[in-house]
């Protein structure tokens, strides 16, 4: 599977990786293992343990989270909150505090191509090189921080077109 994607190339198209060096991304391409998913195939799921951050290489992942999380604590089933494409990651909070799952991510489309990157083989090349370390946790806190800017965002106006 490898063999058809450049990893390095897809693990530098996404934000999070910004700024780093080409060393860098071969390193964390050592790393890195690609997955091949179906439309439908479940990739995480809400509440479940994991400790993999996700960068999509090819197609789309859809976010979902539980509709008693987020409206009706009576509704049932699952609701899509986002969908992701190519150079988008996912999973990035399980690098920090290795919890549990906050949404089910499932793919979008046939084949759905996904770098994944384990906590503890990306911590472990962090201590190693600090410098890597510290572009990787700025870039994090940057990714969050826009995410969470806009999602405020997006609510306080679903809220100003509610009433």
Do not use: W
């Not at 091949?36 to 979902?64: H, K, M, P, W």
């Not at 009576?74 to 986002?82: K, Q, S």
């Not at 499932?106 to 510290?134: F, M, W």
């Not at 806190?141 to 995410?147: E, K, R």
């Amino acid at each position: 599977m490898s063999g058809i994607l450049d990893i390095p190339q897809a693990i530098e198209q996404s934000k999070l990786f910004s700024g780093i060096s080409r060393d860098y991304l071969r390193m964390i391409a050592a790393i890195s293992k690609v997955s091949r998913y179906n439309f439908g195939d479940v990739i995480i799921e809400q509440g479940a343990t994991s400790s993999e951050l996700y960068i999509i290489a090819a197609g789309e992942v859809d976010i979902q989270v539980d509709q008693s999380l987020i409206g009706d604590p009576m509704a049932a089933g699952l609701v899509r909150i986002a969908t992701l494409r190519r150079g988008e990651t996912f999973g990035e909070i399980a690098i920090i505090d290795d919890g549990i799952r906050s949404a089910t991510a499932t793919s979008g489309q046939s084949d759905t191509h996904l770098v994944s990157i384990s906590r503890d083989a990306l911590l472990n090349l962090c201590q190693e090189y600090p410098k890597l370390g510290y572009l990787l946790m700025r870039n994090m806190a940057i990714n969050l921080a826009t995410t969470l800017r806009n999602r405020t965002t997006e609510f306080q106006l679903r809220e100003l077109l509610s009433m």
